[in-house]
């Protein structure tokens, strides 16, 4: 091999290059991004425009449709979902898989523009339309200021201050907050003494409008000077707006506005919006990162500048952690590497235990050159330290050292029989370069789907794939350069006495056993194939009973607790339920802190945690505990307080997941044309649900119908005095909810001013009848009684769903315990068996759509990396007999893998999945080097039988060395919650896999060159 040899020729060079890789590793280390987890791209835009005053169906009819077909129009369109609700509609854009992170910005842009053309499409008062494609952005860094006694204005002051100061620190993208209060300026106007003056709406409205607009008075010469000019009369101060003067008479008597209307200056009610921290009013605040930024770094840097900016803060303001990534980060990152540090001492160890201190110490010298080898090539590629990578490094630890526990075994063997170190370095690798190449090759394609899968779920294990490369090979570039370097440097010269031709390495008591028990399976091939069709149709029957799931729970110390009041409740009873939900959490000893957003969820501080869209019913709690393996018992006693207490409320309760995905876990999707048959359908999907004891948080999401007022107006009395339904409309929101008349300038801020009547005139319905609308036709007040007949309360649908411009209801719950699987397959054939009438469908969604999704797309390149696979096989061998023995080892492994998670108890997870893919490069490995063997041996003049025995037995150690090795080397990732699932996959099924290696691989090869014992041909 000509990198062997002038890697021997050319020592001082290896000697120095050696040196640059473990001075670029550790340079490496310390320069490496850190995170969390790895990132992925939320390839979803939300199309919002406001239609006040319309209800759902008119939304849905007269603004979605039409934005809907427009944004369908877009080729990267993937799926368009929306909701119409009253007064607003919300589309989401889902964009197609294959359009990575960089395309992304140029079709938002596209959107855009068709959104902007449509708006022509859109009816009187709807829009403008609102593109947001920030909606997967992620505000890793999150605070709650808060403090007793301060009010709103106080809180979002410092926070402004904050978010100025902190826009300027090192690798913050933008800084936004949650939670502000609208503050607005009312100005209440009572129906008795209006009528009294003679003063009506029209001539308030005017006259503030007039009096607040900035209009230009031109300018003059004056000498060489151009002198703007500027009257008096700005309102400079809200007290100004009660001097306002009002005509109030025909003979142009004037009255001042505070005599008419009493002014306040407060904040919007009922807000859009609230948050609590420890039971006490916040503003949020959240940091994202830039792209490709270091959180770590971000987050020292934000620290020091918010310790810089603490005497600016207000006595008595305190600011509250909600989230920070960057602390997390550095936890997680440095419990991996301390699993990373474990698993190459166990390695090491047990090499030194197995091939002797000297050559463990050698391998073990090897495993770090290419571990710092490793990042250095992380480093340059971008791929940065987080749950993934770093779990990639410690599957991968075990199979680094394959090719170099080959390549060391042949040059202690030849050594110990007599040979010249280098020449036996030499000839080791002129025999096994090219083989372990291949089977290095065949061990990185069977990662290759996920790094080329083009989901979220991909992209989310992208860095997987590049690890296991990068580390794979360059431990097969270092095996055949520096190896046999060492080899020949460091490895102590065989005993004189022992360093013989005839000398036999393999004479041991454990060689010898090895040797008897195959040459028994080898003289009762029919038997041993026989028992291992057996133990395989066992295997694939028991893992019927295995569980799934798709990607495990994380171990944040927080949980989610979601209510949803029943449709059109006050934000203000939810803010209530709320605190009395905190004030219970509070109360348990192990909660330290809770944060509550009321009115929608709040900003994606975790890249999983997907927000609730806005809803005045809905409210939420963020509960952190003081240690995460406490939360599983936590749910159930919280489940219990909520459902005692808010019976008629939707309630959820839900850990942070690890990976993408999110919703419920059981989603019964129905898509038709009447609302009133799906929500039909959707009753029986949720009775069926009901009757499961393990089904819990039973819901749909059209919720219930909301009751609306209806005055049934008189048309022919109204159109003969001139009275519009905008009058009325106008006149009964000002009334009753208020109406905003223009917006009061304050320094850089413009505060909006809205109209009402007093509590004690807008606190009952029934006085809907003594309202005052004005009429062009007379000049004068006309009672609402005069023009409406009646007020009828009907009920109407609140929110109206679609996919692909479809109506789609969704029937959704939870298992109580367990694995949804099981549920959903009691679930499944009930719901499936409900009867669909013509132009109705049913669409599974939740866990199983996005585990089947995840597994479509990785599946979609399996196919093709297994045939490339098999084509390298092909051509290291130029065989099909031996190719074909290799690939019928792979099925057997289930039996393994099986055993594992039956004894185990883990479900079959995407990372099982992955873990059993990864499994199949490694046993390919492991038999492709076996056989190479067998053949080399008969090609030397071996009898057939004997090349088998003989090659088998000199494999035994290398094969069971990179079994243990591997084995070995998971052990620390058996207690992170993310990667036990493979790593049981890989434990069970590589200990299960090395037997077969060792046994059924010599079996298959005597029974398919029809090998006999004694055979001699």
């Known amino acids: 091999m000509k990198l062997t040899e002038i890697a021997l020729n050319k020592k001082l060079v290896s000697y120095i290059l050696t040196l640059l890789i473990i001075c670029g590793g550790i340079m490496a280390y310390s320069k490496i991004g850190r995170l969390e987890f790895p990132t992925f791209t939320i390839k979803t835009a939300l199309v919002m425009t406001s239609y006040p005053g319309a209800s759902a169906l008119e939304v849905e009819q007269e603004v979605t449709d039409p934005m809907e077909e427009a944004v369908q129009k877009l080729s990267q369109v993937k799926e368009v979902r929306s909701l119409s609700r009253n007064g607003l509609s919300i589309i989401f854009v889902d964009l197609k898989d294959q359009y990575v992170h960089d395309q992304i910005p140029q079709v938002w842009d596209e959107l855009r523009k068709k959104v902007r053309d449509a708006q022509v499409l859109l009816p009187p008062g709807a829009g403008p339309s609102r593109v947001n494609d920030d909606f997967g952005d992620e505000y890793g860094v999150f605070f709650a200021i808060h403090g007793s006694g301060f ?36 100005l209440e106007m009572s129906r008795s003494r209006m009528s009294q003056l003679g003063i009506s709406m029209t001539q308030i409205i005017g006259t503030l409008n007039n009096q607040n607009q900035v209009i230009g008075a031109g300018s003059v010469d004056i000498g060489n000077d151009y002198v703007r000019i500027s009257p008096t009369g700005n309102i400079m101060d809200v007290e100004d707006l009660g001097e306002l003067l009002i005509q109030s008479d ?9 005599d008419v209307v009493t002014i306040r200056r407060g904040y919007q009610d009922p807000p859009s919006w609230l948050m609590h921290y420890n039971g006490q009013p916040a503003i949020g605040l959240g940091i994202s990162i830039v792209d490709d930024g270091n959180v770590v770094e971000m987050g020292k840097s934000v620290k020091k500048r918010m310790a810089e900016l603490q005497s600016e803060m207000p006595v008595g303001m305190e600011i509250g952690t909600i989230a920070f990534q960057s602390d997390t980060v550095s936890e997680s990152v440095d419990a991996f590497i301390i699993n990373l540090v474990e698993a190459v001492i166990i390695v090491i160890l047990v090499l030194c235990l197995t ?26 590629m971008g791929v940065s330290f987080q749950l993934i990578s770093l779990g990639a490094l410690i599957l991968a630890l075990g199979m ?13 063997i030849k050594s110990t029989r007599g040979m010249d170190k280098t020449r036996a370095a030499m000839e080791t690798v002129k025999q096994t370069a090219w083989p372990l190449f291949g089977a290095t090759l065949v061990a990185i394609l069977a ?19 590049l690890v296991m490369t990068i580390s794979l090979g360059l431990s097969w570039v270092l095996a055949i350069t520096i190896t046999p ?133 809905y409210g939420q709690v963020l509960v952190t505990v003081d240690d995460y393996r406490k939360i599983d018992a936590l749910i159930p006693e919280v489940r219990k307080y909520l459902v005692k207490h808010y019976p008629d409320s939707d309630i959820k309760l839900a850990k942070f997941a690890l990976g993408p995905g999110g919703g419920a876990k059981i989603e019964a999707r129905f898509s038709g044309p009447d609302i009133r048959v799906l929500r039909n359908l959707a009753l029986q999907a949720r009775t069926m649900m009901a009757d499961d004891v393990n089904a819990t948080e039973i819901k749909d999401d059209y919720r219930q119908p909301v009751m609306v007022m209806r005055p049934r107006v008189k048309e022919a009395d109204a159109r003969r005095l001139g009275i519009t339904r905008q009058v009325i409309a106008d006149t009964l929101a000002m009334n009753y909810s208020g109406k905003t008349i223009g917006v009061f300038r304050e320094d850089n801020t413009l505060i909006p001013m809205q109209i009402r009547a007093p509590m004690e005139e807008r606190a009952r319905v029934d006085e809907i009848d003594n309202l005052v609308v004005f009429s062009p036709v007379t000049g004068a007040g ?26 789609t209801i969704t029937a959704q719950c939870n298992p109580m315990a367990g694995n949804a699987s099981v549920l959903f397959n009691r679930l499944r054939p009930q719901i499936e068996s409900i009867e669909l009438p013509p132009g109705y469908s049913l669409e599974w969604g939740g866990e199983y759509k996005n585990s089947n999704d995840a597994n479509a797309s990785l599946f979609r390149l399996i196919p093709f990396f297994f045939l490339a696979m098999v084509l390298i096989v092909l051509f290291l061998f130029n065989a099909l007999r031996q190719t074909l023995i290799i690939y019928l080892c792979l099925p057997l492994s289930v039996i393994g893998v099986t055993s594992g998670l039956l004894i185990s108890g883990e479900p079959f997870g995407f990372m099982c999945l992955l873990g059993f893919i990864g499994l199949s490069g490694m046993l390919i490995k492991n038999a492709l080097v076996l056989i190479d063997q067998i053949d080399l041996e008969i090609r030397e003049g071996k009898s057939p039988f004997q090349a088998v025995l003989d090659s088998s037995v000199s494999r035994l150690r290398p094969v069971m060395m990179a079994a243990v090795t591997t084995v070995m080397g998971m052990l620390p990732l058996m207690t992170d919650p993310f990667y036990v699932g493979m790593s049981i996959t890989i434990i069970s099924g590589l200990s299960f896999g090395t037997i077969l290696t060792l046994i059924i691989v010599p079996v298959l090869y005597a029974s398919m060159f029809r090998i006999k014992p004694g055979h001699s041909g």
């Open 151 to 186: 009010s709103f204005r106080e809180l979002k002051d410092y926070a402004d201050l904050l978010k100025r100061e902190l826009l300027l620190v090192e690798n913050v993208a933008s800084v936004e907050l949650w939670g502000e209060q609208q503050e607005v300026i009312t």
């Open 250 to 258: 025909q003979q142009g008597n004037v009255i001042y506005l505070k």
């Open 485 to 617: 370097l060492f080899c020949i440097r460091f490895l102590p010269d065989p005993k004189p006495d022992t360093q013989k031709e005839s000398n036999d390495p393999y004479a041991g008591l454990f060689y010898r056993a090895y040797r008897t028990f195959l040459n028994a399976c080898l003289n009762n091939k029919v038997i041993t194939i026989g028992l291992l069709l057996a133990a395989l149709a066992a295997a694939i029957y028991g893992f019927s009973f295995v569980e799934n799931s798709f990607f495990p729970k994380s171990r944040r110390p927080q949980f989610l607790v979601d209510l949803t009041r029943p449709e059109g409740t006050r934000i203000q009873q939810v803010r209530k339920d709320l605190a009395a939900i905190e004030q219970h959490l509070a109360g348990m000893p192990d909660v330290t802190a809770t944060t509550s957003f009321c009115g929608q969820g709040a900003l994606r501080f975790l890249l999983t945690y997907e927000p609730e869209m806005p809803n005045p019913a």
């Open 447 to 465: 990662f290759a789907a996920i790094g080329t899968s083009q989901d979220s779920t991909g992209e989310f294990l992208n860095s997987l794939f």
């Open 355 to 380: 091939m002797g201190i000297s050559s463990g110490l050698l391998m073990g010298a090897i495993l770090l050159l290419t571990i710092f080898g490793t990042f250095i090539f992380m480093q340059v």
């Open 400 to 412: 680094l050292v394959d090719n170099a526990i080959v390549v060391t075994e042949g040059i202690l």
């Open 782 to 807: 006309i009672p609402m009684k005069q023009i409406v007949s009646a007020i009828e309360p009907v009920w109407e649908d609140p929110i109206i769903h679609r996919r692909d411009r479809k109506r």
